[in-house]
């Protein structure tokens, strides 16, 4: 059998969608220390202290952020001028994506599709029923589009439910005739990280700012790169390692090992 890439096989949850993850870290932590659905408007580290939109103030005596870091650099009272330009040099994409139920089983036996052709709005589609049959309800499917935004492309007042199931007709995946249950679209912005020619010399300028600082930045959009779930999750945990003084796992390198075992091996397993 012929393996594609690093996720030609992946894991995923029976039930419950991919947010198990989080709700299982969360199991592990003290309900009364964590506070969800609130927004941080201001951060004071010659304070050491998190401002919340709801006027809350938490004083820290260690600070590991997954903000996005242009949005860090932005709520930090004293970043400097140098840090801030810094900032606004990093570059990123948001995607819309375009969430539909289908009253239809089985629509497709694929994961996700790749469309490259510039008569597609989105870019990949997924299937969430095939990853786990609880995704769906009986006797339907759900898609999962993915449509890039940025200013090198401007989708304002694009009807992004209907351009996508005219696409997935025109790509064969829906029929005229097929019913939409359900549909609905959300922005992730930031999405992905833009490898810019500077992104290298802008990030180590803010994360040496903050390191001296003392606010240790973590995630995707903490350290700014193309990481994936378990490359976020990685990094987080080894803020809370260096902070206990316990030893760091270098996660890349460990999942490069495991694709060097994997393309060793012969064709046939
Ligand atoms: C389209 C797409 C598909 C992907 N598919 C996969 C996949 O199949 N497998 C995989 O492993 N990874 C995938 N990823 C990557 C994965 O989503 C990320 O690696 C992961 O979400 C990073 O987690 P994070 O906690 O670092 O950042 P995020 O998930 O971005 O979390 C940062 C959080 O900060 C919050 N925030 C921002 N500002 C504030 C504020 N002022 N106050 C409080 N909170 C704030 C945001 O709301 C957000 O929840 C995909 C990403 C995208 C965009």
Redesign the pocket.
Known sequence: MTRWGPNSSFWYPKEGGIEVLPKGLMAALDPDRVQLD????AIDPTRQSVTTTTGEVFEYDDLIS???LP?LVR?AANAPEHVRAAASRLRWNT?Y?VMLGIRREAISDHHWDYFHEDQFTFHRISYPMNFSSTLAPPGCSSILA?ISHSSYRDLTGRDLVAETISGLKLAGVLRDDDEIVFAKVAP?AP??VIYTLDHESAVSTIVEWLTEQGIRT?????EWEY??????IGSGRDAVRAIEGEPIIDLVAAEADELTVMSARPASH
């Open positions: 609130t927004e941080v408007n997954s903000l996005p949005v709520l995607v994506t993915e992730i999405a992905y973590v995630g995707r959009f903490g990481f994936n779930m378990d490359q976020a």
